[in-house]
């Protein structure tokens, strides 16, 4: 296992050093790989759990989207769309604190589907699951499951209540022990602090974590997180290069957030060691258009070899 940095040095460092540390060893590590993958909202809304920061939670008054699973049709043509604009991994994504049991069946279908008839890699969030039904995603195509830890294990308690900082872990555990890969990550600007930031790349270390996405609170009204103040771009700045020196190995990937947390600084977050994007839109949100994220992505890489 690789040594971990020292974490109290690593934030004693002007922002500037740190973001210069923190690309070499994106570039020494990872080398000019950037990735790009797109998530589909295949059900929508009345979520039992009250994720504080979630506009699809059934606890709150908002204009997310309600709708059940979408069927076969929809889904593969968002598939065949992801493949088109250069993701190479799609993402089934849906409300609830885990997949309904009678909707497993066509999950596991429309899995198998995509994989024979786009081709392209299949991810799954369907919430909190056991090792069956992981099983059965892998089996059918699945090759990695997102579930993230949101935040720290000691700030958890702030952003839900409905469920625990140790069932997600619980889930994690269990798709690593059925062969799949996990991607994890959480938000920043929850009203979390650094030192949460930091204990959650901590716990991501332990999980052997290669896939970390990071959000950027949008604080959508009628959810409790409505009035948080933004992070400072700064603040993200830094946190993004510690997560990339913590996890040095490990995809980095932006996501929702990215466009109005960063602003024209965007492209400073892929010189702190960032190295992945999602693109075509996020659950309840629009991103910015695929063909300017495309563009993007190859600018920076051009910025790298610079």
Known sequence: MNQLPDITNLQALPLAELMRQA?????????????LCSIINAKSGRCSEDCHFCAQSAHYQTEAPVYPLLDKAQILAAAHEAKKIGASRFSLVTSGRGLANEDLPQVLDIIRAIRKEVGIKVCASLGILGASELGQLKEAGV?????NLESSR???????????????????????????????????????????????????VEYGIDSVPINILIPLPGTPCAGVAPLPIAEILRSIALYRLILPQAAIRLAAGRESALGDFLSSAFLAGADGM????????????????????????QLWSI
Do not use: N, W
């Open 23 to 35: 690309l070499a060893t994106k570039l020494a590590r990872r080398g000019a790989s950037f990735s």
């Open 143 to 147: 090759s990695r499951y997102h579930h």
């Open 154 to 204: 000691e700030f958890f308690p702030q952003v839900c209540t409905s469920h625990s900082f140790a069932d997600r872990l619980a889930t994690i555990k269990a798709a690593q022990a059925v062969g799949l890969s996990v991607c994890s990550g959480g938000i920043f600007g929850l009203g979390e602090s650094e030192a949460d930031r930091l204990s959650m790349a901590m716990s991501l």
């Open 278 to 301: 999602m693109i075509g839109g996020y659950l309840t949100q629009r991103g910015r258009s695929p063909e300017a994220d495309r563009q993007f992505a190859e600018d920076i890489k």
